[in-house]
C-alpha cells in the first residue's frame, strides 16, 4: 500500500558528517598547538554566541579564516599575528588544525554591517545550506565549547576566575586546584508508536503546522528508556513499555546530546501537560508521510531534516518499526 508522496533521498542528519580527528593527545602541548597554529593550512571558525561569521568570496560563503584574522576579528582590528585572545582547539582535518575562536556581543553587532562579512546563527545556516556540509560538524563543536566557556569563567568549587587550558577543553582553579571539563546534556528524544500510529506534539514556540516528537532532558540516576518512558507520560499521559535506541546527534543549542528512540505505547488516551506542550495527539501513518512530503491537507508538517526528529519519524513511516 503506498503511503503518499515519496519524501525523496534521505538526507544525512546535522551536524553529525565530521572530517575532523580530536587529536585529543595533542591539546596538552601548548607549545605543540602554537606551532600547528602558525601552520600555513590552519583555519578557525569565528563564533559569537549563537551567530556564525562568514567570509563572503566569489565561490560563496566561507566559514573558515587564518588564525591570525580571526584573533583580529575577536580583538576589533585588523588581520594581526599574536594577539592574545582564548583559541580553542577542535582537532586536525587531513593534518591541518583547526580552531573555534570566540567573539563578543559588541564584535558580533560591529561586524554585521561589515559587507566582507554575513553573521547568521548555526541553526539556519544548517537549514539553509549556507555552507559545505562537512563544516557542520566542527562548528557545532566550537559553538557548544565556546558556550560552555563562556558560563564557566568562575569555578563552581570556590568561586575563583579559572584558566583556559589543555586548547580549551578544561578549566583549571589556581586557588582550589578544581579541574572543569566541558558537558553535554543528554536528551531523549522519543517516538511512540502503536500498530499503524504514532504520538506528535507541538511545542508552544513550533512555527504554525509543525509537529515533531517529544523530548526532554534525562535526569541524575535515569537511564535512557527510563527517561523515554517517564518524559512520555508526564507530557502526554500515555505510558510506554518497550524502548529502541534509534540515533544520536549533537544539538549544539547550547550543548545536548539528542538520543533518539521510538517507544512503545501501552495506552491510548493523551492528557496534555500544558506548560510543556501546545498540544499532542495520534496520526495515521499515511497522514505523517504526507507530513514529511510537505503536502498533507490541513498544512502540517513535520521537522525540518537537519534536527534527528525528521529521521526518527522518517523511520518508523518507511521501515514500518513496530513492537509485537
Not at 125 to 149: D, F, Q, S, Y
Amino acid at each position: 500500500m503506498s503511503l503518499g508522496p515519496e519524501p525523496g533521498p534521505k538526507p544525512r542528519l546535522g551536524y553529525t558528517v565530521s572530517r575532523i580527528h580530536r587529536a585529543a593527545s595533542r591539546r596538552g602541548d601548548a607549545q605543540s598547538l602554537a606551532a600547528l597554529e602558525r601552520n600555513t593550512d590552519a583555519r578557525a571558525y569565528v563564533i559569537g554566541g549563537e551567530m556564525v561569521v562568514l567570509r563572503k568570496t566569489a565561490a560563496g560563503l566561507d566559514p573558515l579564516f587564518t588564525p591570525a584574522a580571526a584573533r583580529g576579528l575577536a580583538n576589533g582590528t585588523d588581520i594581526a599575528q599574536d594577539i592574545d585572545c582564548d583559541i580553542a582547539f577542535l582537532g586536525l582535518h587531513e593534518g591541518a588544525a583547526r580552531f573555534a575562536v570566540p567573539l563578543d556581543g559588541d564584535t558580533i553587532e560591529t561586524l554585521k554591517a561589515d559587507e566582507r562579512f554575513t553573521v547568521v546563527d548555526l541553526r539556519s545556516i544548517a537549514v539553509r545550506g549556507l555552507v559545505e556540509e562537512e563544516h557542520l560538524a566542527p562548528l557545532a563543536e566550537g559553538k557548544a565549547l565556546l558556550n560552555w566557556h563562556a558560563r564557566h569563567r568562575f569555578c563552581s568549587n570556590c568561586a575563583t576566575a579559572t584558566t583556559f587550558v589543555e586548547g580549551g577543553w578544561r578549566r583549571d582553579c589556581a586557588s582550589c586546584k578544581t579541574q572543569h571539563f566541558p558537558r553535554t546534556d543528554p536528551v531523549a528524544i522519543m517516538l511512540a508508536v502503536a500498530g499503524n500510529r504514532c504520538l506528535l506534539g507541538r511545542s508552544h514556540r513550533f512555527q504554525p503546522g509543525m509537529w515533531s516528537c517529544l523530548a526532554g532532558f534525562i535526569e541524575p540516576g535515569e537511564t535512557i528508556e527510563d527517561a523515554v518512558r517517564r518524559e512520555i507520560h508526564e507530557e502526554a499521559g500515555i505510558a510506554c513499555g518497550r524502548v529502541r535506541y534509534f540515533a544520536s546527534q549533537p544539538w549544539p543549542f547550547p550543548a545536548s546530546l539528542m538520543i533518539g528512540c521510538h517507544a512503545q505505547a501501552l495506552s491510548h488516551d493523551i492528557t496534555i501537560d500544558r506548560t510543556e506542550l501546545d498540544d499532542a495527539r495520534w496520526f495515521e501513518r499515511e497522514e505523517v508521510a504526507l507530513m514529511l512530503g510537505r503536502q498533507h491537507p490541513d498544512g502540517f508538517s513535520a521537522p525540518h531534516p537537519v534536527a534527528i526528529a525528521y529521521h526518527i519519524i522518517r523511520a518508523w513511516v518507511e521501515d514500518g518499526i513496530e513492537f509485537r
